[in-house]
Structures are given as structure tokens and as C-alpha cells.
């Protein structure tokens, strides 16, 4: 996973790109947190374990907008926490509802936590 910092007019953008996934894998923010000019985004990986019939790999790229900052130095500490899944809410529906379709079982997955932290600063 890779984490990018950008400035816009809207505010300070953080931007992640996880590792590949499958077509029936998910991603999502559970919840950002702020205690001074540290956050803490907490995001889960569900890896789906059932039967594949077609599958095709691809990258999310998971875009957080942390609001107008004043100028300072800033830290993000973005925990990856991985999940494991064998059932969609909409099984029939699996890669055409991708943005709607999320995991109903899902539970801790083997590995450990990824954490990932970084500094920036805004101008």
C-alpha cells in the first residue's frame, strides 16, 4: 500500500492504493481519527474465500479529503486491517454491484494489521 498527500482548493487529500485484489475482494474506511495534527484512517481488506467462476484483478485507490488545514506539520497513521469473506449480500450480482454489494460474514483474517505512516506538511 502506498499512501500520496495532495493540496487542493477543497482541502488536503489523502490518497491509498492497496495491494491487488480480486474482483470479488472489498475495501472501506471504517472511521478517521484527529487528535491534534495526527489521524488515524482505520480501513478493512476483506479477501473473499469462496469459489471463483471469472476473475480479474485491480487496484483500489481510496481518496479521503481531511478538510482545509491550517498551515502545519501533520502525520497519518493508515491501519490496513484484513478480513476474510465467503458470502455478498447479492451473490448473483457480484461484479456488476461492485460500489453496493458488501460482504455479510466477513471475520478477522489470518495475517496481522498493515500500518503505514506518514508525515506531511501544508503550506
Do not use: C
Amino acid at each position: 500500500e502506498k499512501i500520496l498527500v495532495g493540496p487542493a482548493a477543497d482541502g488536503t487529500w489523502l490518497f491509498s492504493r492497496a495491494r491487488q485484489l480480486d474482483d470479488n475482494d472489498r475495501v472501506w474506511v471504517e472511521k478517521i481519527e484527529r487528535s491534534g495534527n495526527a489521524f488515524t484512517i482505520t480501513m478493512h481488506e476483506a479477501i473473499w474465500q469462496g469459489n471463483y467462476f471469472k476473475t480479474f484483478t485491480w487496484y483500489e485507490v481510496t481518496a479521503v479529503n481531511l478538510g482545509k488545514l491550517p498551515a502545519g506539520d501533520y502525520t497519518v497513521t493508515w491501519l490496513v486491517k484484513p478480513l476474510v469473506f465467503k458470502q455478498l449480500e447479492k451473490p448473483r450480482e457480484a461484479q456488476n454491484n461492485y460500489q453496493t454489494n458488501w460482504p455479510v460474514d466477513d471475520r478477522p483474517g489470518n495475517g496481522k494489521a498493515v500500518e503505514i505512516k506518514r508525515a506531511f506538511s501544508v503550506k
